[in-house]
């Protein structure tokens, strides 16, 4: 009960917060809104003093930001998100148009995730149902290599490949049911990625639990062992599908931009960069509210999993699965470190902004051996110099939000409410909120980024703790007087800090991505910055004619993906002690 309490608490907490900072964006973005106003609405007329003033006024921006937060709220419970500033049409309708597109556009996505989590989860249940399970964990690569896929990426390929090439499928537009095709893979084959890979990488220590063999030996079928194990297996990674489920709504403001889907992201990119601010805020509060029912019923959908076993302290730990062995699992990590030391350390004795124009869009030669871009700079030396601004931040970006999950998870409660409110503002809005205070530029990116980043690792950490807290030997720990800092270090901590930083070795690439997005979008690093999203979204005009271009950031992104998973694994899975 108090767990439950702390989270509704929590909860509460940190939508009010996200509610005042939406309902206050006019008075903290820093720009005179009524000029903004006046020029959406009139280029030609000049902003006298008096006009501004008269703007002010009409708007309620004249009375400081608690009037104009009371104002909004009373708006807002009364059903009127305001008016649009650019076309003076009403918000609501705008903003459940777009939401609803959004929905439809993420259960489309949500199928292809699943869908795909079998795929890569299956030769291990399988095996492991029928006892033949020796440690090997084939999928890790292929999962990596798909989360580490950028959207933007993906969407244009399969643009350029199934529409432009082939013909197969609409190429933009929301009209017919083959419309929502080509974005649903495009957010779809990422997160099936990454959901793939933490269900695949929990599956071995379960099967490894006494009870498979007790099981296997009183002659169940192996469909019935394996329907068990994934019961055993998911509800500390629920959290996870309703965060996803999230992301994939706020998130895909790329991948709507690309085939022109008039969903909820699109919605918010397009009101910030017109300054339409009252539909921004009406954007970001859908989804806010969509995080909380998300993130309720994924909360819920764990504790109908759990049973009572999370209620009576009466569950059981997996045991540590076998660490290791095999030399591939020290070669491939080996592999990929030498190849991107080898690219990036090419790159930086390249100059990234030396343009030759008689070299535009070259293929790879001896003089550039990844080719040129639009405007004859090397492909090498922009992929090089590129990688400190996006490994760096990504890096410390990944290490701080495993810091902060850490400190946040031994709260469950809060740390669960908190994450799941807090993920209701994906990276790109998070920058497009960013952006309007501070302004497009790597140090906007990177505070946008690290804000949102930590959400999905505080969920995982609360789950751990509280089921490690819920085990049976540590209420018999507590019976027979062990003291609470005693139990904290030589069990919990224990046995969630591992499983943690291999979460944040895995997500890594995901914090890089999120960087690139925000630089595709042009709320990052600014031309001609040699960073790898503002590379990609400079190429990919390109891409039929100079691929390469496009694909030399990618290619170190899928590098970086399968070098962090590579490394997570060295030392075993997602095992605890017990």
């Known amino acids: 009960m108090r767990e439950r309490a702390g989270a509704v608490l929590a909860r509460t907490v940190a939508v009010a917060a996200i509610i005042v900072v939406v309902g206050l964006l006019p008075w903290l973005s820093g720009r005179d809104a009524a000029l903004s106003l006046l020029r959406a609405r009139s280029a030609e007329q000049e902003p006298t003093p008096e006009v501004l003033e008269a703007i002010r006024r009409e708007l309620g921006l004249d009375g400081g930001p608690v009037p104009l937060l009371g104002g909004w709220l009373a708006g807002v419970l009364r059903g009127d998100l305001g008016r649009s500033w650019v076309d003076g049409g009403p918000v609501l309708p705008s903003v459940l148009s777009g939401l609803g597109v959004s929905l439809t556009l993420m259960t489309a996505a949500l199928i292809v995730t699943v869908a795909l989590v079998c795929v890569l989860c299956a030769p291990t249940l399988v095996r492991g149902a029928r006892g033949t399970l020796r440690g090997g964990r084939a999928t890790g690569a292929a999962a990596a290599?798909?989360?580490?896929?950028?959207?933007?990426?993906?969407?244009?390929?399969?643009?350029?490949?199934?529409?432009?090439?082939?013909?197969?499928?609409?190429?933009?537009?929301?009209?017919?049911?083959q419309d929502m095709v080509l974005p649903a893979l495009a957010l779809g084959i990422p997160a099936g990625g990454?959901?793939?890979?933490?269900?695949?990488?929990?599956?071995p220590a379960v099967f490894a639990e006494p009870w498979v063999g007790l099981w296997r030996s009183a002659g169940c079928r192996p469909g019935v062992i394996a329907r068990a194990a994934l019961r055993r297996a998911l509800p500390p990674l629920v959290p996870q599908f309703g965060l996803v489920a999230v992301g994939l709504t706020g998130g895909a403001v790329a991948v709507e931009t690309v085939f022109a889907v008039p969903g909820i992201g699109r919605t918010a990119l397009g009101a910030a960069e017109s300054q339409d601010l009252p539909l921004l805020q009406g954007s970001v509060l859908a989804l806010v509210l969509l995080g909380v029912l998300a993130g309720t019923l994924a909360t819920a959908g764990r504790r109908w999993m759990l049973g009572p076993g999370l209620r009576d302290a009466a569950l059981s730990l997996p045991a540590p699965a076998a660490g290791g062995g095999g030399r591939w699992r020290r070669l491939v990590p080996a592999a990929c470190a030498a190849v991107l030391a080898v690219a990036v350390g090419w790159g930086l004795f390249l100059d990234p902004l030396a343009i030759d124009v008689a070299a535009r869009l070259a293929g790879p030669s001896w003089d550039h051996p990844l080719g040129t871009d639009a405007l004859g700079r090397d492909v090498l030396a922009r992929v090089g110099h590129g990688a400190a601004a996006t490994l760096g931040v990504a890096a410390l970006v990944s290490a701080g939000s495993y810091v902060v999950s850490l400190a946040l998870g031994?709260?469950?409660?809060?740390?669960?409410?908190?994450?799941?409110?807090?993920?209701?503002?994906?990276?790109?809005?998070?920058?497009?909120?960013?952006?309007?205070?501070?302004?497009?530029?790597?140090?906007?990116a990177s505070v946008a980024v690290a804000l949102v980043s930590w959400p999905v690792l505080s969920a995982h950490t609360a789950a751990l703790v509280s089921e490690t807290r819920a085990a049976a030997h540590l209420v018999a720990q507590r019976a027979i007087g062990s003291p609470p800092s005693w139990i904290l270090t030589r069990h919990v901590l224990p046995a969630v800090a591992g499983p943690i930083a291999r979460h944040a070795v895995l997500r890594l690439p995901g914090v890089a991505l999120a960087l690139a997005s925000l630089g595709f979008l042009g709320l990052g690093a600014q031309p001609p910055a040699p960073e790898w999203g503002l590379t990609l979204a400079e190429s990919l005009p390109y891409v039929e004619r100079a691929p390469w271009a496009a694909l030399a950031p990618a290619t170190m992104l899928l590098l970086l993906a399968a070098l962090a998973v590579s490394l997570s694994t060295l030392h075993g899975t997602e095992g605890r002690p017990s």
């Not at 989360?147 to 013909?167: K, M, N, Q, R």
């Not at 990454?194 to 599956?203: Q, T, Y």
Request: no cysteine; net charge negative; aromatic share 8%.
């Open 194 to 203: 990454v959901l793939g890979r933490l269900v695949d990488d929990a599956l």
């Open 145 to 177: 290599a798909l989360a580490a896929l950028p959207e933007f990426l993906i969407a244009t390929l399969l643009l350029v490949t199934l529409s432009v090439w082939l013909g197969w499928l609409p190429p933009y537009g929301w009209q017919n049911p």
């Open 410 to 444: 031994f709260l469950p409660g809060p740390a669960s409410g908190a994450a799941e409110i807090a993920n209701a503002v994906p990276p790109v809005i998070a920058g497009i909120l960013v952006a309007a205070a501070l302004g497009p530029g790597t140090l906007g």
